[in-house]
């Protein structure tokens, strides 16, 4: 991986983790934290559009994609901690 793709890919990260953050808890999580979870989101992200069948070509694709597994890995965190 090179240079340049690494910083697009935590620059993808940083962005779907802070958009995120922003629609479903009202704030961000901090740099990294928004790194984590964008990061994590946009593998669960990949995978899920690549289960449904969708194509999530160029930033714009993978930055929503990204977004959407950010916002289920949310989802996921959010029940596991209401069963506590």
Do not use: C, N, P, Q
Request: glycine letters at 20%; hydrophobic letters at 60%.
């Amino acid at each position: 991986m090179s240079t340049e793709h690494l910083l697009l890919f935590l620059l993808i990260g940083i962005l779907a983790g802070f958009i995120a953050g922003k629609i479903f808890k009202g704030s961000g999580f901090g740099l990294v934290g928004d790194l984590i979870v964008g990061v994590i989101g946009a593998f669960i992200g990949g995978w899920v559009f690549g289960l449904l069948g969708i194509s999530s070509g160029g930033i714009i694709g993978l930055l929503i994609a990204s977004v959407v597994g950010a916002l289920i890995l949310l989802y996921v965190i959010r029940l596991a901690r209401s069963k506590r």
